[in-house]
Each structure stands twice: as structure tokens, then as C-alpha cells.
């Protein structure tokens, strides 16, 4: 199974390079990576880094972390993000 092409389709080819069980990375990190800002939802609410990646939620950013064999731990006080291997 492979994500849609979509804005957080860098993030994905990112996470499929990945050795490590876990990376940590911060909101600026995810920034650079994907050539962009995150939403403001994404800087304000633990929810938009849920683990939801179904296809009626719209979740693509969730679609992209999770394909890719990973699952999201956000700290938005932190600004940080740990996508742990599943």
C-alpha cells in the first residue's frame, strides 16, 4: 500500500528512508521537509497528529505517517513530533 500523492507526500518518502524504530522531529523539521508550513491546526491541536487514517476522515497527513509504518506521539507545547515504528 503506498500514501496518495499529496502535500505530505515528502514526510512519507522521509519516514520509508528511515532505519531507526523511531525519529523524532520538530515542527520546523516536518516544515523543512515538506517545503511548507503546517496548518495552524497542526501547531494547536494534538488531534491533527492522530493515528486516524481513514479515507472518509480526509486524514492525509495521518495516511502519510502510517503507510509508511509509523504512528504519531505530538507534544504541541514541545513543538515535536515521534513517529514510532509499528
Partial sequence: ????????????????????????LTFVEIEDI??????????KFTA???NESSMKAGHAQARAWMVAGFRAHASIKDRVVEFRGV
Avoid: C, D, F
Avoid at 500500500?1 to 523524532?24: D, G, W
Fill in 34 to 43: 515538506l517545503g511548507r508550513k503546517l496548518p495552524a491546526s497542526a501547531l
Fill in 1 to 24: 500500500m503506498t500514501a496518495r500523492k499529496s502535500i505530505y507526500t515528502p514526510l512519507h518518502q522521509r519516514l520509508l528512508t528511515e532505519a531507526a524504530h523511531s525519529v523524532r
Fill in 48 to 50: 491533527w497528529w492522530s
